[in-house]
């Protein structure tokens, strides 16, 4: 029996979005319409102006149709020496229940993992999809935010980080948990607040174009991401796991309880590779790197 993952059952166009990303609003340098226009002059969809503590709903440009995730950024500066505990929101649209205001201030330092996890429990009570924000940049290994309660997600990759910080392992995280049974997605994100940080890391989405539609996606895990190479099937079929993408260098498959497995293009690139896993795993998934170094990344098959 074939077991396809949901990202990639027939659709009638992947959705490219953006899921975190600043503008003067807060301490990015783009405005809002700007960004919004450099956005959808790159292709994209969708995306969400995440400021700091500052709810949005709005499309700041009247110029182009780029449909816009209500949702912000929460978090504050703890200081040298401190974790940071930041986490994104993304929400329905006003007229869909959603309680939070236009230009709404939701601001609260949180140091301790129990502290933050009270704003989640809220933000979840309000519907608010939820996912953790640059693991490794706020100093935080899997230990530090494990126990958090209500993510549907977290960073695997952050533009931001790796560009100004060379951090970009926050993916390195997400076989731990996802070893220790927990059921989180990944998400590519630019956290963009240079104009040259913004659009490089994103999500492809299985979803009408409309905010319902990309939000009940992004929740149960229908997309996948990507700074670069394209996914277009990942499917199990008994104990083989296939692939097919546009072209790449590696493909590589990981499953927590055994090295990464990999397969490598011999002089040209690759388009695909079958893999036989043999043994029990709790999930399989999958990465891809073409040959100047950018991946793309599916969200698990979990297989108990
Ligand atoms: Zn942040
Ligand atoms: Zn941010």
Redesign the pocket.
Known sequence: MIIRHQAFEPCKKMLKGAL?CHTTRSDGCGSPDKVIEYHYDHGYDFLAITD?NIYNYKNYSTNVPVTIIPGF?F?VDNGVGCE?F?TVCLGQEKENGNPYEQDQIICQQTKTQEEHQKFLDEFRRNNQLIFY??PE??GTPARSFENFVGYFAYEIYNSGSHIENDMDKDAIYWDELLGQGKKLFGVAVD?GHMMNQHCIGWVMVNAENNVKDILNSLESGKFYSSCGPEIYDFYLDGDSVTVECSNVSSIRLHCAKHPTRIVRSQGEDITRADFKIGGSYPYVRISVVDKAGKMAWTNPIFLN
């Open positions: 975190h700091h950024e978090g940071e930041h924000c640059h940049w706020s956290d």
